[in-house]
């Protein structure tokens, strides 16, 4: 073949990374490009075999050497480009990080440890550091605003571009985002949230009922709260009791979540993921849970969910669910349970929801058991608003049993890592600092929170800088653990429903301290970053209140 051809190679290599790759996001046509790469290869061995008069194999190896001249000038095209001219370049960091987006994922490895690495990587370089070819991680508490509120050009990353139907979490175009997000409202409206209430405290009172059994054993917190907010979620989203706190077990859908969760915590590149997840087989070990899920809203709707049921605890009897709202927006479609979207939405519901408050508890009681002081002040202020049964309402204003919530997702976010936003298309100027166009970046809530010139005392629990010591706060608007503006938590007042309800009821009747042998270190330094957590074991002793 003529030898012109192999340059010719090269430089089209070249030319898509300048004309295509570098320039649009490729990421959701990865099978598309690899079956254009395929077909051009085999119609190539055809036409060289034909023209050159060579038989198929030699043809094919002729081919094959084009494409890699091809995918030389691409990759040779991309490092050039990413060593000597990209505008990223001028924030520091480690050199690797410059050339691949990979970099975290290689530094993380299987201990899935994220939000320590990123702590390493800003107490050496700074406030604003480079994680890989085209991301940042900022810490600098005045990207807060910019970056998350309503009014912001900044957008989701590329990184929610996992599934090919998002839920809402993974919607990325924003007009696309808030309509789907209106369906959702009148699910977390105070009337809903009165008809969920009783399903929480069903499971409150199973939790009390095995602390009492347990009567001052060692219980390992991470576990039981894992099973108690997969047994709140399964309920609000399907309307199904799991009974997971009745027998102790974990419903095997929960290891189904967690396997599947775990590739997150890589944050490896999206296209890399997304062609993990087109080999045929669970290669991610997501389809299980998905189709779990798929199941059981389709279980859901034929059930009417749940509201016949003939077992009547409150866990599962009628009364609405959140999915239960969410079937108006599909209720016309056909067949509305199998509805991609709403199954989408109804499996964003444990992902979101489950996880991130049973982290919230176990990191919370973690602290109590250390801090007796609290349990006492919490107990004390309780007792003058409560007599007997008593509700969310009843202790909503409770100042320091907030403030403790609050400051066990300052220093413990069930998202350590921070949620992916992208730079739009004039790029992102805040004070001094210009972050260019379609830049993806971070903002880790965990190194945040251990940032002196953010808090005073910053790594140390203290509930007080949330109410009577506000002066310890030097940053208000950094405090966003569920987020602001368009994209924040809508689930936060379910999430505080729990963690204010069920806090309440054990701390009246229980003292917390650490099991004999517990330091802690497990949880601290084993828990798995995944997105949201997936806990190291944490034993803890409740004793009962003289
Ligand atoms: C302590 C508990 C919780 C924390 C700290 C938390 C935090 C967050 C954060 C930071 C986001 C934004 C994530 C992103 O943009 O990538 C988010 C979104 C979301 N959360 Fe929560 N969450 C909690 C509990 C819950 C609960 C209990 C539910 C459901 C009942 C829930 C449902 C959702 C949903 C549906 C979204 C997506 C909202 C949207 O994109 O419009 N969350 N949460």
């Known amino acids: 073949m003529a030898d012109f051809v192999w340059p010719i190679s090269l430089s089209l290599g070249v030319a898509a990374h300048l004309l295509y790759f570098h320039r649009y996001e490729t990421h959701n046509y990865v099978h598309r490009i690899l079956a254009i790469i395929i077909t051009t290869i085999a119609v190539s061995t055809v036409l060289v075999s034909r023209t050159g008069n060579v038989g198929l194999i030699v043809a094919a190896a002729t081919t094959l050497g084009y494409a890699v001249c091809f995918a030389i000038g691409a990759m040779g095209s991309t490092l050039v480009y990413r060593l000597f001219f990209n505008p990223l370049n001028r924030f520091p960091g480690p050199f690797a990080a410059r050339l691949s987006d990979f970099y975290i994922a290689f530094t993380v490895g299987g201990k899935l440890n994220q939000y320590h690495k990123l702590y390493e990587l800003h107490q050496k370089y700074g406030r604003i550091v480079r994680r890989g070819a ?15 509120s309503s009014q912001t050009r900044v957008t989701k990353g590329p990184w929610y571009d996992m599934e090919t139907v998002p839920a809402l979490l993974s919607e990325r175009v924003r007009t696309q985002h808030d309509r789907r997000r209106k369906h959702w409202v009148p699910a977390f409206s105070d009337k809903a949230l009165r008809e ?11 939790l009390l009922a095995k602390l009492t059994e347990l009567d001052g054993k060692p219980m390992d917190v991470s576990h039981w709260f894992k099973l108690y ?14 009974r997971m706190l009745d027998s102790g077990e974990k419903h095997h859908a929960l290891g189904l979540l967690t396997d599947g969760m775990a590739p997150l915590g890589l944050t490896m590149p999206v296209w890399f993921l997304r062609l993990l997840k087109g080999i045929p087989g669970d290669t991610l070990g997501v389809e299980k849970f998905t189709k779990f899920c798929n199941d059981e809203i389709e279980d859901a709707v034929r059930n009417n969910f749940f509201s016949n049921a003939s077992e009547k605890d409150a866990a599962s009897a009628g009364g609405s669910t959140v999915t239960s709202w969410l079937y108006n927006a599909y209720k016309d479609s056909p067949n509305p349970g199998r509805n991609p979207y709403y199954q989408q939405d109804a499996r964003l519901l444990i992902v979101a929801g489950a996880d991130t408050t049973a982290v919230t508890f176990a990191y919370m009681f973690y602290q109590l058991a250390q801090h007796p002081e609290d349990v006492e ?3 004390n202020e309780l007792k003058q608003c409560v007599k007997g049964d008593f509700s969310d309402v009843d202790i909503r204003h409770c100042e320091h049993l907030n403030a403790t919530i609050n400051e066990t997702l300052r220093l413990h976010s069930p998202g350590p890592s ?13 004070g001094d600092t210009f972050v260019p166009e379609g830049t993806a970046y971070n903002i880790p809530f965990y190194v945040v929170a251990r940032d002196e010139s953010v808090y005073e005392q910053a790594s140390s629990f ?7 010591k506000p002066e310890m706060v030097k940053y208000k608007g950094a405090f ?6 368009a994209y924040n938590c809508i689930g936060k007042n379910v999430a505080l429903m729990e963690l204010r309800t069920l806090t309440a009821k054990i701390l009246l009747e229980y003292d917390v301290s650490l099991a004999p042998g517990e330091d802690g270190s497990r949880l601290l330094n084993d828990s798995k970053d995944h997105f ?15």
Do not use: C
């Not at 203290?462 to 009577?468: A, D, F, G, N």
């Open 480 to 485: 966003v653990p569920f987020l602001i503006g």
């Open 462 to 468: 203290v509930p007080e800088r949330w109410y009577s």
């Open 229 to 242: 907010a997969f047994d709140v979620m399964g309920s609000l989203a399907f309307g199904k009791n799991y």
């Open 418 to 430: 921070g949620a992916f936003r992208l730079t739009p298309p004039e790029g992102l100027r805040v």
């Open 134 to 148: 085209t991301e940042l991680s900022i810490v600098d508490p005045d990207f807060v605003e910019p970056s998350h």
């Open 532 to 546: 949201t957590m997936s806990l190291a074991p944490l034993d803890l002793v409740f004793t009962r209140v003289k």
């Open 196 to 206: 969920y209430e009783p399903r929480i405290q069903s499971f409150n009172n199973k």
């Open 377 to 379: 002040m919490i107990r």
